[in-house]
């Protein structure tokens, strides 16, 4: 007798529970026979040989089985990538509450994100990242997420989701990539190298098959993405120290969270950098024409050790004695005193009056070529 629909789709879902696990895949079979109410999956082919035929309602009850393990609509998706391109920039916002006090969570880049007030959990895609709380103390001690307990519960839900966001990404690669034939060789899921042994840009660690597939394609040490993770170290020269193996007993999983206490209103502070950037800024307004506009840009702009301002015009393109008032009055705000000089520089272009007479770049372009083309290249030189 051959296999109904509903058959080979609770075989598909249980090869796509078995990659979300990363258990194999006889184990996810006999998951999905004992939600269908067998001991072992060898019981629903004698089943199915005897005349028992699955139903939607089997298939509906493996798909929720899913649910628990994968984000969103990843469940019931057949096709290989699906999960990876849409959670590049994850716009499914989730929104709920601890007690009273409403969050919302998100998934960006792989990381998931939980917000309430005045705080701020992250946990990092890697299994072995560091989950922090970040914490606004402007807030003092008014908000729950002061308490422990309050804490813990966070970050179980964002734990929770990242796991979910983990078998996303499972059930997208190759089954070889998350676990290890008999010799210990995996495929890595981007570039389908297969190796028993494979390096980490970033801090020059080997790791083995099965290290590698256990940490999704995070190094062990130091979290590097997957991008990082290749089967030779290629960048090393032959002086080089080689990679140091690392060991099981240095991969204790995520660790426990951190809790940072700040201030996070936004604050201020002027550098010669942001100084400079609002001053020539106020130039440009100040400027009447062409001509000026090219003034104010070209002029240099000095700050001081104390943020006090300096601005030395060109004489050929800022009027000796016209004020910048936007100018002043943005350092005026910002409680600095400004000093004007002028100088002669190397203007990038000749004729600097034209931009005297207009207010407009492209006619001034237009009459700085036409100035340009009345000099005849070809005259002869007497």
Not at 79 to 96: M, N, P, R
Not at 169 to 187: E, F, H, L, Q, Y
Not at 280 to 307: K, Q
Request: charged content about 25%.
């Amino acid at each position: 007798m051959k296999p109904t629909y509903y058959l080979k789709k609770l075989k598909e879902l249980s090869k796509r529970y078995a990659r979300a696990q990363q258990v194999p895949l006889h184990k996810a079979r006999d998951t999905v026979a004992e939600v269908l109410g067998f001991s072992h999956w060898n019981d629903v082919t004698k089943a199915q040989r005897a005349g028992w035929t699955p139903t939607k309602e089997h298939v509906s009850a493996i798909e929720s089985l899913l649910v628990e393990a994968l984000p969103g609509d990843e469940a019931g998706g057949p096709e290989l990538g699906s999960f990876i391109g849409d959670s590049i920039f994850e716009t499914d916002v989730q929104h709920g509450t601890i007690g009273k006090h409403e969050y919302t969570i998100s998934v960006s880049m792989g990381d998931v994100h939980m917000h309430g007030t005045g705080w701020h959990l992250h946990v990092p895609e890697a299994p072995n990242g560091e989950p922090r709380l970040e914490i606004a103390k402007q807030i003092e001690h008014e908000a729950p997420v002061y308490e422990t307990t309050f804490q813990q519960e966070a970050l179980n839900i964002a734990v929770k989701r990242a796991e979910q966001v983990r078998a996303g990404i499972a059930s997208d690669w190759p089954r070889r990539s998350t676990k290890p034939d008999k010799d210990g060789r995996v495929r890595h899921p981007i570039n389908g190298a297969e190796s028993d042994k494979w390096f980490c840009l970033h801090c020059d660690t080997s790791i083995t098959g099965e290290q590698i597939a256990k940490s999704l394609w995070h190094c062990p040490r130091c979290d590097a993405s997957p991008l990082n993770i290749f089967n030779t170290p290629w960048w090393l020269e032959e002086q080089d120290t080689q990679p140091e193996p690392i060991a099981d007993k240095e991969i204790h999983g995520r660790p426990e969270l951190v809790v940072d206490v700040a201030d996070t209103r936004l604050k201020l502070e002027l550098d010669s950098e942001k100084v400079t950037l609002l001053i020539r800024s106020a130039l440009v307004e100040d400027a009447l024409n062409v001509s000026e506009r090219l003034g104010a840009l070209f002029a240099d702009i000095f700050v001081h050790d104390d943020n006090d301002v300096s601005i030395t015009f060109d004489e050929d393109l800022w009027p000796e004695n016209k004020e910048p008032i936007s100018a002043l009055a943005v350092a005026a705000h910002l409680g600095i005193n400004v000093d004007q000089h002028v100088g002669l520089r190397e203007l990038p272009f000749a004729w600097p009056g034209l931009g005297e007479h207009t207010k407009c770049t492209v006619e001034y372009t237009e009459m700085m070529l036409k100035a340009y083309a009345s000099q005849r290249a070809d005259k002869d030189v007497e």
